[in-house]
């Protein structure tokens, strides 16, 4: 292929122009995307063994563990539980009336009264 005597022939740039255009972000970008994959990996890992309590805690935080489950354990042994029957009858109120009033005719009887 013959060219025109009147076209310039652009000279082939030097390779290392070539490395620092194209080459040096390519490398920049992967070694900081390699980075960032890393750190987010190592972060989920470390969240991962925190939550399931692998990870070793701080002696101010374990302290304030011991302290918080000390002071859980004092409520739970001051609620007394109670037994509690369902199956028990609410009296209703004419039943608290009449059972009052056969208390105080009990207790009114005339020979019962202390004079």
Do not use: C
Request: proline share 6%; no cysteine; hydrophobic share 30%.
């Amino acid at each position: 292929m013959n060219r025109p005597s009147n076209a310039k022939i652009s000279p082939k740039p030097p390779s290392g122009f070539l490395f620092i255009k194209a080459g040096l972000p390519l490398v920049l970008f992967s070694i900081g995307a390699s980075l960032v994959v890393k750190n987010a990996v190592e972060g989920q890992n470390r969240e991962r063994e925190a939550s399931k309590g692998l990870v070793s805690k701080s002696e101010r935080q374990a302290r304030m563990e011991r302290e918080h489950d000390d002071m859980v354990h004092k409520i739970n042994k001051q609620i007394v539980p109670k037994e509690f029957d369902n199956t028990k009858r609410i009296e209703r109120p004419e039943e608290i009336l009449e059972r009052r009033k056969h208390e105080r005719e009990q207790r009114n009887k005339w020979y019962r009264r202390a004079w």
